[in-house]
């Protein structure tokens, strides 16, 4: 599991190689992600926007953009969670990703979070180390 706060808020992320749905003859990989932000501060926030870079094993970058994450702009009380699960797909058998996710407090403050820079490594994957 990925982890990283920012003001008081906690976004973890669980990554999980689906391969029923990834072909390696075709090099076609895909991914799931479970997200769960928290709310571990004192105001309530909801979450706007996202913005995603995508890095491939060739170093090939895709920026994704958006409002909310699956359709939703999730607002999030002080305690409260918000989990949601969504999906990449890679032409290379390996990657990662890094986000960031634009909030706004109830006081009309905007502010970015970080969502943790993770792998996506599928099993097929073959590691060399030096």
Known sequence: MYRAVTR???VTVEPNFLPERS???RGQYFWSYTIIITNSGAE?????TRHWII???TGRKQEVRGEGVVGEQP???PGERFEYTSGVPLPTASGFMTGRYQMV???GERFEIDVPTFSLDSPDNRRVLN
């Open 75 to 77: 607002v999030l009380a």
């Open 8 to 10: 008081q808020i906690e």
């Open 44 to 48: 309530t926030v909801q979450l706007r």
């Open 55 to 57: 890095t491939d094993a």
């Open 105 to 107: 407090s109830e006081s």
């Open 23 to 25: 072909s390696v003859d």
